[in-house]
């Protein structure tokens, strides 16, 4: 094990061959452009030469605009998907991701939700069953235990997520979108005491979110990715700045 590393990448591409492989039209190449696609040679490169190491203990932010290359990035990571032939992924440790509403059935209560959910963080049943009364009393759901989730309010569904999902255990957590101004100004406070606790304290977090509040407030660097491509990491207020003026600039 590399000292202090819990992520290395190195020269991690990742691309997917078009099935037409002709742009016709004018309108078809202007439409390629704004999807955020960067087409080469016939494919579509989701990610080029990514080099980057992520530290143990670390929580790292990563920015970009809507198909830039972010969740290929992390789907890389959780080796969901595997990058181009010549690309090298090392992860040191337990990784898990998290995102607000990964795997909640509508359909199911939030009983049901809270035993399917948690056995997807890698809780026993037996767990579970320890710790169902503080997901409902953290959650403050106790009188809809039993109801179908899809007749919740969208922040009684957040606010029931977040409290499954800070039972999680890993060394490296990936919070995909992960904060959405949860529940109410009350559950915001006790929330980010919770997240602090037991997510972020002595644990790596790559956090990938389109709230530069957020990564600002959480993260120490952070890398900028665009068209597949890095373009910048550096200490998170230096890479935020730099993002801004290209946004400003480009508007």
């Avoid at 491509?229 to 550096?234: F, G, H, S």
């Amino acid at each position: 094990m590399e000292n202090n590393l819990a992520i290395k990448i190195t020269n991690v591409s990742k691309t997917y061959k078009l099935r037409s492989t002709k742009v016709k039209t004018i309108r078809e190449r202007v439409t390629n452009l704004v999807a955020g696609k960067y087409i080469e040679n016939d494919k579509i490169v989701a990610l080029k030469n990514i080099n980057l190491y992520i530290n143990q203990g670390e929580s790292f932010g990563i920015i970009g605009k809507n198909g830039s290359g972010k969740s290929t990035l992390i789907n890389i990571i959780m080796e969901t998907i595997k990058p181009d032939i010549g690309g090298n992924i090392d992860v040191y440790g337990k990784v898990m991701r998290l995102a607000l509403g990964l795997g909640i059935d509508a359909n199911l209560s939030a009983r049901d939700n809270i035993y399917v959910n948690g056995s997807i963080i890698g809780l026993s049943f037996r767990k579970i069953g320890t710790i169902f009364d503080q997901i409902i009393e953290f959650a403050g759901i106790p009188d809809f235990v039993d109801t179908p989730v899809k007749f919740y309010s969208k922040g009684m569904k957040q606010r029931l997520m977040f409290s499954i999902a800070m039972h999680a255990n890993a060394d490296i957590f990936l919070l995909d979108e992960f904060f959405g101004g949860t529940g109410d100004q009350e559950f915001r406070i006790k929330s980010d005491i919770a997240f602090k606790k037991r997510i972020l304290n002595g644990k790596t977090n790559v956090i990938v979110s389109h709230s530069l509040q957020t990564i600002r407030k959480h993260c120490e660097r952070a890398l900028w990715i665009h068209k597949g491509k890095i373009l910048l990491i550096d200490d998170v207020d230096t890479v935020i700045k730099a993002y801004m003026k290209f946004i400003k600039s480009n508007k």
